[in-house]
């Protein structure tokens, strides 16, 4: 069979990748469902392979790019894992204190493709910081699929502290102005929601297709949102009507934006689930929003 295209897979096969990449279902289990839609040329092996990550073919920022700086650092998180490695980014040039992104990975730690999107937070012109919420067990673990299998042995409000205190770490930096964002995506969504409620001080938040913090937290909520969801993201989306519903109520300033046709992980240019349009449009609207919240 030629080359398989993005248009030529079903809704349910990404549908059913998004049950398996959230451990919903297991990859025995994810095989023999997949196999239903191995016609017309296709096979599993085929759409497995175009369904799985591709990190070098997608890398946008390359970690030697002479316009940044990038090195691993540790810092504390005396409430979460204890010593946390993190991916430290800031542009090259210039002695200007800049306005600080934490960048807060997927359900299987931080891989290759949250660390493009750190440097190119970088290149935005901020100062980041992206953590690996897996330190503690021995940090990524090279695949997705181990990954997975390593945080869900974390548990998710001890990891919520790690990235709280990379906030603060950030905040103290001498490169950052003290103003400190963040910007996550699935699992990082949901920490963004929830460090929106936990920090009164945090100057923007950015949640793609993240879990909503539970209603009854809103009014504690001072930092302004920017939230992003994906047509198809069912699961994630269920939540939404009763999360804006309180924020309405509560007056919180928050700006939400749908993406027609795209699926939950649309920002990941490493798996077919990728929109170019929707993710150059939310990233931009992303960074615009950092540039207003976080001068």
Known sequence: MDEIKKEDIKQEVFDLYDDY???????????????????????????????MPDYQGAIQ??????????EYIYYQSPKGGGKIKALLSMPASGKKKLGGVVVVHENRGLNPHIEDVARRAALAGF????????TPLGGYPGTDDEGRELQSKRDRNEMLEDFIAAYDYLKDSKSCNGKVGVVGFCFGGWIANMMAVRIP??????????????????????????????EHDERVNAGWPEYEKALKEHEKEYTAYLYPNTNHGFHNDTTPRYDKEAATLAWSRTIDFFKEKLR
């Open 21 to 51: 990449a959230h451990s919903r279902i297991n990859r025995r289990d994810f095989v023999q469902k997949l196999s239903v839609y191995a016609v017309g040329g296709l096979t599993v092996t085929s759409l497995m392979s175009f369904l």
């Open 61 to 70: 920022v390359e970690a030697g790019n002479p316009r940044i700086k990038s």
């Open 127 to 134: 100062v980041s910081i992206a953590p690996d919420a897996l």
């Open 201 to 230: 001080d945090l100057a923007a938040s950015v949640p793609f297709y993240g879990g909503q913090a539970p209603t009854e937290d809103v009014p504690k909520i001072q930092a302004p949102l920017l939230l992003h969801y994906a």
